[in-house]
């Protein structure tokens, strides 16, 4: 089996059909001969046959003269000697084509003996003839006894001469059909070992052959999948290399792997340090950056010269520069590191885009740069962050009019876009940029005029306006045509129109100090499930909920009613108090969790704790809680989270009524 | 009014800015514990807590005034660099009153010092 292993692929295909070639030589070999033996029986036959033909002319011969002479002497009419002349004529060549078709030496001897005998014959013949003439009676008689003695004797001879050929074609035919049995024999057994060998090659070939491949096949696939190889029969063939490029590949793959998780460690590492770095001096920065503000401001408000009071105001302008950019780098910082916290509201654009038109005015009237904006009549709103939103906006603008050619225009334009979107606009009328530039305004620190130097900036303002409008479910849109100028785009999840009939409740407008959201057409409420043990805290979501129209609140003391409450209230939020009288808070979450899983709903839990230590956040995130809210409860994070859960909901339930009317109603249990 | 703050420059800015507030007698304390000591004699009006100070930190000294029942009712006003949301929603909840970002702008300070310090009595206007 090593052997056979060690051999190259192409040897054991040869060595495979060597037996079923060997086989068909021998059979084809067999025949051959039997074949060469048949023919050399037919002319002997045939040799047998002219022989045994010529001496029957030859006995003719003499039996005719024979004849002819007996008659002659009987009857003593010349007329019967006309045969015995004409045989007399004829049988010196009969016997030369007789001494001819002999070809043994058996046989050669025989004839000559036979033209004895026919000389003798005829001779005597003649003897009896002149006997006749002479009218010598005893010895006509004598003569006419020794003819008979003679043709007997020429007859038996030319019978023995006649036997011999048949004999020997009988003695051919015998050996021809025992040379063909054994042909036969050598056939059968040629081809069933021929074809016995043959399938064991191919079976010892193609089952290695297969087994093998499918071997490296696994390997292969193991390599892919990163998995220790299986161990492979070492051998020298081409399996053999290509078991051993597999495990080389292994080899320089875990050593890949382990260099890159190495690097990725460095890199995670260094971002850290990165971030933490920045964080910590841009922290440290506004300390000194305090002072000088303040006193610069001081400053401002002193009598002053014109020109100090100009100096102030530089200072001032100088000091609020930097601040805004500390406040970019560790906005960027935080979202890198995921730490960056939104309070995500209802936002009016209108409201806002005239806000911040008003505070760009100035920088653009300095820079002679036009700015104006569309005034939109529908009242339009956003869900957004409102300061972060207003961020993004006024990092657009003032990109806009930095970027833009002297007596420029920048625009500012909303819209719905559909009925889920907002886009804002800010419309430049500068360089523009090429598609390559637009890849380039997003990536951080890369400025496309860093060379140039002509425009202050970090090169982090885009990037930052772009991560912090995904932060918020949105995107920028960039189009631009060089030479006329680039648009930026902000789309935002709308958050549907301003109802004039909902009344804000004077709980809600007391506990918030804000409007209540727009409410909703709803026949369909919304489930909380409260799972709290402190009395305090349920009366306050009591309250929280009950100015909402359309939400139905759902409260359990302790773990086990919420688990049990949970399958038939089904709510759409579950909110949990990890702190329990009956089960630890982690359970009550894995079970609930399962009960959402096997009811086939995604129900959002979110956690309610007084423990705000970032080990039991991030402990209770990594096992899926949808959210982590820290006592005492912020009510408007809440508000905006149940706010964009019903809304979800509405759109899934309207979407599903759409598509399946007759949808069984799965509330109706309650 | 108490001001915590070890940055001398800070100090020297908020004296400033009093002048525009007369009736505003200021306090200095340049490190926690004295922030405590100070806090406890003289129980001002307002205390205005910054929170990076060296020793006590800025949050313990909170929650140490806040838990001590002579000065508990004292209204805290903190100060920090960190504009993050989650230190100034911990702050809030530890009991402070408001909570102003470094650098602050020079109107937003005396709103602060006009909502905490009411004048005793009228004397003079200060502009």
Known sequence: ?670 | MLYVEDNADNIHLVRRILRLRPHVELLVATEGDQALATAGESLPSLILLDLRLPGLGGQEVLQRLKSANSTSSIPVVVVSGDSGQTQHCTMLGLGAEQFLTKPFELDEFLAVIDRFCQPREVTFEDR
């Open chain 1, 1 to 670: 089996m090593r052997w056979w292993r060690n051999r190259s692929i192409r040897v054991e295909g040869l060595l495979m059909l060597a037996a079923p070639i060997l086989a068909l030589v021998i059979v084809t070999g067999a025949s051959l001969a039997v074949q060469a033996q048949e023919r050399s029986g037919r002319q002997v036959a045939i040799a047998a046959r002219a022989l045994a033909d010529t001496s029957q002319v030859v006995l003719d011969d003499a039996a005719n003269a024979e004849t002819s002479m007996r008659g002659y002497a009987a009857s003593r009419d010349p007329q019967f000697l006309a045969p015995f002349t004409a045989a007399s004529r004829q049988v010196s060549a009969d016997v030369r084509s007789l001494i001819a078709a002999a070809s043994t030496d058996l046989e050669r001897s025989a004839v000559a003996e036979i033209a004895v005998a026919v000389q003798g014959e005829f001779t005597n013949l003649e003897r009896i003839h002149s006997s006749v003439l002479a009218e010598a009676g005893a010895a006509e008689l004598d003569a006419l006894e020794t003819g008979k003695v003679t043709m007997d004797q020429l007859r038996a001879q030319i019978s023995s001469l006649q036997m011999a050929p048949s004999r020997m074609v009988l003695e051919k035919r015998a050996e021809i059909t025992r040379l063909e049995n054994a042909a036969q024999a050598i056939e059968i057994i040629g081809v069933t070992l021929g074809a016995m060998a043959g399938l064991a090659g191919v079976a010892l070939f193609a089952g290695g052959v297969s087994r093998r491949v499918r071997l490296a096949a696994d390997n292969a696939e193991r390599l892919g999948q990163g998995e220790p190889l299986l161990p492979t029969p070492s051998s020298k063939d081409e399996f053999g290399n290509l078991s051993h490029s597999l495990i080389v590949a292994r080899r320089l793959l875990a050593t890949r792997l382990a260099e890159l998780s190495a690097a990725r460690d460095q890199a995670v590492v260094a971002t850290q340090a990165k971030n933490n770095f920045l964080s910590r001096t841009s922290h440290e920065l506004r300390t000194p950056l305090n002072a000088i503000l303040g006193f610069a401001q001081l400053l401002e408000m002193a009598e002053l010269a014109d020109d100090d009071r100009d100096s102030a105001a530089r200072i001032l302008d100088a000091g609020r520069h930097l601040l805004n950019l500390i406040n970019q780098l560790i906005d960027t910082a935080q979202i890198e590191t995921g730490q960056l916290r939104l309070s995500v509201d209802r936002v009016e654009i209108q409201t806002l885009v005239t806000d911040v038109v008003t505070l760009m005015s100035p920088l653009a009237a300095a820079s002679g740069i036009h700015l104006e904006h569309s005034a939109n009549t529908r009242t339009l709103a956003a869900l957004a962050d409102p300061q972060r939103l207003r961020q993004i906006l006024i990092n657009l603008l003032s990109n806009a009019v930095k970027y833009n050619r002297h007596g420029g225009t920048v625009r500012l334009s909303y819209r719905a876009c559909g009925p889920d979107d907002i886009e804002i606009s800010v419309a430049d009328t500068g360089l523009g940029l090429s598609a390559a530039e637009i890849e380039r305004v997003f990536v951080p620190f890369d400025r496309l005029d860093a060379d140039q130097g002509s425009i202050e900036g970090t090169g982090i303002g885009l990037p930052l306006a772009l991560s912090l409008s995904e932060a918020m479910h949105g995107r920028i849109k960039v189009t631009s045509t060089p030479g006329s100028g680039s648009t930026f785009t902000v789309i935002l999840p709308a958050a549907g129109r301003v109802d004039p009939d909902a009344r804000p409740s004077l709980t809600i407008e007391r506990l918030l100090g804000r409007q209540s959201p727009g409410s909703v057409a709803n026949t369909d409420p919304f489930v909380v499930l409260y799972i709290e043990d402190n009395a305090a805290n349920t009366r306050v979501l009591e309250l929280f909920f009950s100015g909402w129209p359309g939400i139905t609140l759902y409260t359990a003391a302790t773990g086990r009613a919420g688990i049990d409450l949970f399958s038939g209230c089904r709510p759409d939020l579950v909110l949990l108090d990890l702190h329990l009288p009956d089960l630890p808070g982690d359970e009550v979450y894995m079970r609930l969790r399962a009960e959402s899983e096997s009811l086939t709903m995604q129900t959002p839990i979110i956690v309610v704790s007084a423990d705000a230590t970032p080990a039991a956040i991030g402990r209770m995130l990594t096992r899926g809680v949808n959210d982590y809210l820290t006592k005492p409860i912020d009510l408007r994070h809440l508000q905006n989270i149940v706010e964009a859960l019903r809304r979800k909901k509405e759109r899934t339930d309207s979407a599903a009524a759409l598509h399946d009317p007759p949808r069984a109603p799965a509330k109706a249990v309650l």
